[in-house]
């Protein structure tokens, strides 16, 4: 092994290392920032020592802004994640699993629930939302892998294949909103613009434990993800069986990303942003793309979570309102640039 090797993955060691700090940096503030007039350390004390605060501080931070703020980190995790295995699957700078139709069918699986009423859907309970929005993400992956199979999953069929979902399914929320009633209408679009508030213990014990298995299966195929990178033909050359890769790869982001955003509505660009902001940082290699993209993708929720709540004290703003005003900017860039300075820095860290 080299030295200039050696000095390299040091450096991205280190930058793996920063990242951690600032992931749990973002957590902690989202965890502190509230509108109950706890200071820190009244909240300190309520997560070492719960018997020793009143009922009332107990509830703040257990039932509330602990699960909140793991929620909105695993979020971010999960989201980018995918991003990243998506942009890097399909050599499409721009994919992730907004732009890919998947937050757009957990959209509408979710207004289906609030149409459709609770009595309608009393046997799934607190999960009826959850459950619809995960069935129909999935259902929208259904129909990009079956598109992608006849297209022998090219990285173009199964972009084409997201666009035509994207639009499929918001002509279907197009006419849920329009048969909604008004009490209903309100719930869809303020699912649609993404919230942390549904977070509760189970729903972050759920995501965690998908978010694991899947990582741990994406880190498995990092080497092959890596010379992915090189065009099909090298990596076939190389020994990577690319049909089958796509085709496991396409599973797990899709797992993973209906699991996400059917807890806590469509919250875009996380997918974008943190991937590119990860590549700028260490480059392509897999095995430390993806932790950092996680990274990354976790600071951003977080510090958008907390923004959220110092926007309108007392009030629920929805966090994604707050991811799009940030990721809009970087999406244009990516586009009119075309990724120029992106896949620069990619050929510069590779």
């Known amino acids: 092994m080299s030295q200039g090797y050696r000095r390299h993955t040091r450096r991205r060691v280190a930058v793996l290392c920063a990242a951690f700090v600032a ?6 503030l989202n965890l502190f920032v509230g509108a109950s007039g706890l200071t820190p ?14 009922m009332r501080t107990r509830a703040i931070v257990w039932d509330m802004r602990l699960p909140m703020a793991l929620m909105g980190a695993l979020v971010g995790a999960a989201l980018a994640v995918a991003g990243a295995v998506m942009q890097t699957m399909l050599d499409n700078p721009l994919a992730s699993p907004y732009t890919l139709g998947v937050s757009a069918g957990a959209s509408v699986g979710a207004s289906l629930a609030m149409v459709m009423g609770a009595s309608s859907l009393s046997l799934l309970g607190s999960f009826a939302i959850p459950s619809l929005a995960f069935v129909f993400a999935l259902l929208c992956c259904g129909g990009i892998y079956l598109v992608g199979m006849r297209g022998r999953f090219s990285s173009t069929a199964l972009v084409l294949a997201g666009i035509g979902m994207v639009f499929f399914f918001q002509a279907v929320q197009s006419t849920l909103q329009y048969i909604a009633t008004e009490e209903a209408l309100s719930g869809i679009v303020f699912w649609a613009f993404g919230s942390l508030a549904k977070a509760s213990p189970l729903n972050v014990s759920i995501l965690a434990a998908v978010l694991a298995v899947c990582f741990v299966l994406f880190m498995r195929d990092g080497w092959r993800l890596t010379a992915l990178c090189l065009g099909d033909e090298r990596a076939e050359g190389m020994g990577v069986r690319v049909g089958a890769l796509r085709r496991r790869l396409f599973v797990l982001t899709s797992l993973l990303t209906a699991t996400a955003v059917s807890f806590v509505g469509s919250i875009g660009f996380i997918g974008i942003v943190g991937p590119h902001v ?3 940082l260490i480059g392509q290699d897999q095995r430390f793309l993806l932790p950092l993209s996680a990274l990354c993708g976790s600071t951003l929720l977080s510090v958008a979570s907390a923004a959220s709540k110092i926007i309108l004290p007392g009030a629920v703003f929805p966090i994604g309102i707050i991811t799009a005003l940030v990721g809009v900017p970087f999406f244009f860039a990516l586009l009119l640039g075309s990724g120029r300075g992106v896949r620069g820095a990619v050929r510069q860290e590779s």
């Open 41 to 54: 350390w009244e909240l300190i004390v309520a997560l070492v020592d719960p018997g020793s605060v009143s």
């Open 278 to 280: 990860a590549r700028m």
């Open 23 to 28: 992931a749990c940096a973002a957590l902690l």
